[in-house]
């Protein structure tokens, strides 16, 4: 990270309420149309949301990397349409926070945040609607996927859960479901709730009920014959998105490690006594948030400063790592994965090259 960066990271952070109050302010006169028919508690919201960006456009600074702004404006646009704002609405978003960063900043600065305005501009100048379901009818179990996500749409708990039973009795390999039926289940009700199809209230039960029927699979998957090697898995301090590591654990359990599962936000200290209770081979952060990066790589330092013998391998994965290739390199770990399969094939590589 540039120094100049930086510093416009650290104003940005501290003004940040100043900013966003400016920005509504600005759009809610140039745009009451839109705005004033929500009412105080739609300003509420407006004023939150431009803390959100500003998050976003803070790590972009911080990793000197504008994609990451972009990326995330992209992912406003698709928000946008469905809940049926115009076009115009986002665009005149990004004139807004322009201006008064150009107002507020000196202008070596504000030359520096509008080539990260201009490239999320640039982006949803070209960013398609369009998003295909993820519950595709080329993928296994695609049958059983789109009956599982049915049932827990409508709140049929018990239908889902008994659909998955079933399906395991019958020979359905407990793998392809985690990958196929509630990976993917997952994924298709976040779409869902982008495109204003789906309520935060099913998409929360959805979660919910995911993990509850995951944990009735467990006399399947804690039934492997042990291998010796130990995982320690986490979210990182902050991460509340928890299902995609609890996952991760579940298939190194399958695959015969002893795995000790610390869940969502889980602070460094907390980690590192793990670290030292458990004595594992890999230890497996997730990130969901990219601008839970920083707090990600301070674990990382923390954790390499203490196993001063470097016996434990570090794996990250999680949606704040997919926008680049060589992310995790940069972060001080020992590999990326994309999936708990991945994560699995990896560590045994890793765990096999430490012998």
Request: charged letters at 25%; aromatic letters at 10%.
């Given at each position: 990270m540039s120094g100049i960066n930086a510093k416009i990271a650290r104003i940005i952070n501290e003004q940040m309420e100043l900013l966003s109050e400016a920005i509504v302010t600005r759009q809610y006169e140039i745009q009451p149309e839109i705005w004033e028919p929500y009412g105080d508690k739609g300003r509420e919201f407006s004023l939150r949301d431009a803390n959100h960006?500003?998050?976003y456009l803070i790590e972009a600074l911080t990793e000197s990397d504008p994609t990451i702004f972009a990326n995330?404006?992209?992912?406003?646009?698709?928000?946008?349409?469905?809940?049926?704002?115009?076009?115009?609405?986002?665009?005149?978003?990004?004139?807004?926070?322009?201006?008064?960063l150009r107002e507020q900043l000196p202008e070596e600065m504000s030359s520096i945040t509008q080539e990260y305005v201009d490239a999320a501009a640039t982006r949803i100048?070209?960013?398609?609607?369009?998003?295909?379901?993820?519950?595709?009818e080329d993928l296994p179990l695609h049958d059983l996927a789109t009956r599982?996500?049915?049932?827990?749409?409508?709140?049929?708990?018990?239908?889902?859960?008994?659909?998955?039973?079933?399906?395991?009795?019958k020979g359905a390999s407990i793998k392809d479901i985690y990958l196929y039926v509630f990976q993917r289940s997952q994924?298709?009700?976040?779409?869902?709730?982008?495109?204003?199809?789906?309520?935060?209230?099913?998409?929360?039960?959805?979660s919910a009920a995911t993990q509850l029927i995951m944990s009735q699979l467990y006399q399947y998957i804690f039934s492997s014959e042990k291998?010796?090697?130990?995982?320690?898995?986490?979210?990182?301090?902050?991460?509340l998105h928890e299902i995609g590591i609890r996952m991760v654990a579940d298939f190194f359990e399958m695959d015969g490690w002893d795995t000790y599962y610390m869940g969502a936000n889980t602070p460094t200290s907390t980690i590192i006594q793990a670290?030292?209770?458990?004595?594992?081979?890999?230890?497996a952060i997730s990130a969901s948030m990219p601008f839970h990066r920083k707090t990600l790589k301070e674990l990382i330092v923390a954790v390499r400063d203490h196993d001063t013998d470097g016996?434990?391998?570090?794996?990250?994965?999680?949606?704040?790592?997919?926008?680049?290739?060589?992310?995790?390199?940069?972060?001080g770990a020992d590999g990326f994965a994309d999936d708990a399969q991945q994560a699995v094939s990896l560590a045994n590589r890793l765990s096999m090259r430490a012998l």
């Amino acid at each position: 990270m540039s120094g100049i960066n930086a510093k416009i990271a650290r104003i940005i952070n501290e003004q940040m309420e100043l900013l966003s109050e400016a920005i509504v302010t600005r759009q809610y006169e140039i745009q009451p149309e839109i705005w004033e028919p929500y009412g105080d508690k739609g300003r509420e919201f407006s004023l939150r949301d431009a803390n959100h960006h500003f998050r976003y456009l803070i790590e972009a600074l911080t990793e000197s990397d504008p994609t990451i702004f972009a990326n995330y404006v992209a992912w406003l646009k698709q928000l946008f349409e469905g809940l049926k704002f115009p076009p115009e609405a986002l665009t005149k978003m990004l004139e807004c926070t322009q201006e008064v960063l150009r107002e507020q900043l000196p202008e070596e600065m504000s030359s520096i945040t509008q080539e990260y305005v201009d490239a999320a501009a640039t982006r949803i100048e070209h960013e398609s609607l369009s998003q295909s379901s993820f519950i595709t009818e080329d993928l296994p179990l695609h049958d059983l996927a789109t009956r599982y996500l049915d049932a827990l749409l409508c709140g049929e708990r018990h239908l889902a859960s008994n659909m998955i039973l079933e399906a395991v009795e019958k020979g359905a390999s407990i793998k392809d479901i985690y990958l196929y039926v509630f990976q993917r289940s997952q994924y298709e009700i976040g779409r869902l709730w982008h495109l204003n199809r789906a309520s935060v209230a099913q998409e929360h039960y959805c979660s919910a009920a995911t993990q509850l029927i995951m944990s009735q699979l467990y006399q399947y998957i804690f039934s492997s014959e042990k291998t010796g090697h130990r995982l320690v898995a986490a979210c990182v301090g902050g991460e509340l998105h928890e299902i995609g590591i609890r996952m991760v654990a579940d298939f190194f359990e399958m695959d015969g490690w002893d795995t000790y599962y610390m869940g969502a936000n889980t602070p460094t200290s907390t980690i590192i006594q793990a670290i030292d209770s458990h004595r594992p081979d890999v230890l497996a952060i997730s990130a969901s948030m990219p601008f839970h990066r920083k707090t990600l790589k301070e674990l990382i330092v923390a954790v390499r400063d203490h196993d001063t013998d470097g016996r434990v391998k570090i794996l990250v994965g999680g949606y704040a790592l997919r926008s680049s290739q060589d992310l995790w390199i940069k972060l001080g770990a020992d590999g990326f994965a994309d999936d708990a399969q991945q994560a699995v094939s990896l560590a045994n590589r890793l765990s096999m090259r430490a012998l």
